[in-house]
């Protein structure tokens, strides 16, 4: 992994913790074919409920829901979360799920090169489910997952980016063991892991 975390537009700047930079690209022969490719891309990217099943289920489970905690089937929309089941020992204090909150989700920060993109920015958030304030997630409040899509004019390319991961010690004893071991993988690079093989097959289509 790259010793500096890549200045992005829209991607939240990096200030403590670990980091990751994931991508994945499809080059094409003719900006056509990159059009017609990314509006399929565009739509997968959208139905975060289908997003394991694109994956062939080599990725963790994805649900949207809204930010009352009922499960939807429409588009993503800010303030919308999304519950996570991740492969391995679950969140102790939410059922075995992680939850984020999409902060953000924007089209307006062109990168070099790009035609047209499409960013989802995400933070951990609270189990809407329980009454408590503790974060249901192995990072902290102050880290970010960044989802984008983005084509230019003869390639698609998914990314993901991770910014201020730090392990989330505001949870119960069991869940400060759990998020300090994740956290510690995360620095060596396993999620980085991870996130290649989801990028990887958002576009095997």
């Known amino acids: 992994m790259s010793s500096k975390p890549k200045l992005i537009p829209g991607i939240p700047e990096q200030k403590k913790g670990s980091f990751h930079d994931t991508e994945s690209r499809k080059i094409f022969d003719d900006e ?4 017609q490719e990314y509006q399929i891309l565009k739509k997968r990217f959208l139905s975060i409920n289908h997003w394991q099943e694109y994956c062939k289920k080599k990725s963790a489970e994805f649900k949207l829901f809204d930010s009352k905690g009922n499960h939807i089937t429409r588009h993503p929309q800010e303030n919308d979360l999304i519950r996570i089941n991740i ?6 204090e939410s059922k075995g799920y992680e939850w984020v909150k999409i902060v953000q989700i924007s089209d307006q920060f062109l990168n070099e090169g790009e035609i047209e993109n499409l960013i989802i920015n995400c933070i951990p958030t609270t189990d809407p ?15 970010s997952s960044t989802f984008k899509i983005s084509r230019g004019s003869k390639y698609i390319k998914m990314a993901i980016y991770g910014r201020n991961e730090t392990p989330n010690m505001n949870t119960n004893l069991a869940g400060k063991i759990r998020n300090l071991m994740i956290g510690f993988g995360g620095m060596f690079g396993m999620s980085k892991t991870q996130w290649k093989v989801f990028a990887d097959e958002i576009l095997k289509f």
């Open 32 to 35: 056509e074919s990159a059009l």
């Open 129 to 143: 489910n329980q009454k408590n304030d503790h974060i249901a997630h192995f990072y902290s409040k102050d880290s």
């Open 87 to 92: 492969p391995g020992p679950g969140n102790p």
